[in-house]
């Protein structure tokens, strides 16, 4: 992958370019979830490519982006997106956020509107980290720094997946890929991207403020960000609407790509067609 550099911080990123068959193609950009990398959204990448630019950013100690010594927090990966955005000069885009991604992309439609044409956000929430979970989540940062993922990954998989997918023969490549996948990355960068997340402001009180319109897709079996919080959303943002996948679990994009895929290519040719 690519590295820029943005205001001095390596950031990797791929780009498919514009398609040759559509020189006037708009932009998605995809921002993935915690524990992974710009790789979860490959089944949708593949599809689109054809009509659309596609661009993935890999977060900071995440992916193929190298640790920093600087913040992991959101407010700081939302510059980071704005300056990828900027140096490409491909504003404005659809943003395309699961989970730790859908974060940053509330936040840059709340406070960069220029930016966006339209909202996708998968698997996310407005608020807060639940206090019920903070301890664990931080429990779980230290053990990853100090003894490695290999040894937590049966405590972290029943948020990350959902339990049909866990349970199917046919999952069991893909579980294998992000766990040596996440295995090669720093484990102390990882340690604070997880915390970035733990420790994360609300920013349920800026979202009356966006007006792209914004489609709010959730695994009805997600349980690090459940359905609850995707309503919650589409509460306060007014031109949302949800959209609910069955047998899915937090990582929707992996678990059931072609029903995330499908509703991806309604709300934008809907988007297109205002």
Same mark, same amino acid.
């Given at each position: 992958m690519p590295i820029v550099h943005l205001d001095g911080v390596p950031i990797a990123y791929s780009d498919t370019g514009i398609p040759p068959e559509h020189p006037d193609a708009q932009t998605l950009v995809f921002g993935h979830g915690l524990l992974f990398g710009g790789w979860m959204f490959e089944p949708q990448i593949q599809v689109l490519r054809g009509r659309y630019?596609?661009?993935?950013?890999?977060?900071?100690?995440?992916?193929?982006?190298?640790?920093? #010594?600087? +913040?992991?927090?959101? +407010?700081?990966?939302? =510059?980071? %997106?704005?300056?990828?955005?900027?140096?490409?000069? $491909? #504003?404005? $885009? /659809?943003?395309?956020?699961?989970?730790?991604?859908?974060? $940053?992309?509330?936040?840059? %439609? =709340?406070? /960069?509107?220029?930016?966006?044409?339209?909202?996708?956000?998968? +698997?996310?929430? =407005?608020?807060?980290?639940?206090?019920?979970?903070?301890?664990?989540?931080?429990?779980?940062?230290? #053990?990853?720094?100090?003894?490695?993922?290999?040894?937590?990954?049966?405590? $972290?998989?029943? /948020?990350?997946?959902?339990?049909?997918?866990?349970?199917?023969?046919?999952?069991?490549?893909?579980?294998? +890929?992000?766990?040596?996948?996440?295995?090669?990355?720093?484990? %102390?960068?990882?340690?604070?991207?997880?915390?970035?997340v733990a420790d994360r402001t609300s920013v349920e009180h800026e979202l009356s403020a966006i007006a792209h319109p914004t489609l709010v897709v959730v695994g009805a079996d997600d349980r690090a960000t459940p359905p609850l919080r995707a309503r919650q959303i589409v509460d306060r943002i007014p031109d949302a609407r949800l959209h609910i996948i069955e047998d899915c679990g937090h990582t929707s994009t992996l678990e059931q790509p072609a029903a995330v895929t499908a509703v991806l290519e309604e709300f934008l040719a809907a988007v297109a067609a205002r």
């Open positions: 630019r596609c661009i993935t950013i890999d977060w900071r100690g995440q992916g193929e982006t190298p640790p920093t #010594a600087g +913040d992991y927090d959101m +407010d700081t990966l939302t =510059a980071d %997106a704005v300056g990828l955005i900027g140096l490409l000069a $491909v #504003a404005p $885009v /659809h943003w395309v956020g699961l989970s730790m991604g859908g974060f $940053v992309g509330q936040r840059l %439609a =709340a406070r /960069h509107p220029e930016l966006l044409r339209s909202l996708i956000l998968l +698997d996310t929430s =407005a608020g807060q980290e639940d206090p019920a979970k903070i301890g664990e989540y931080k429990r779980l940062a230290m #053990a990853l720094r100090l003894v490695g993922f290999r040894a937590i990954q049966g405590q $972290v998989e029943p /948020h990350m997946f959902g339990s049909v997918f866990r349970s199917a023969p046919q999952s069991g490549p893909i579980i294998r +890929d992000w766990s040596a996948r996440l295995r090669r990355r720093d484990r %102390a960068a990882i340690g604070k991207a997880v915390l970035a």
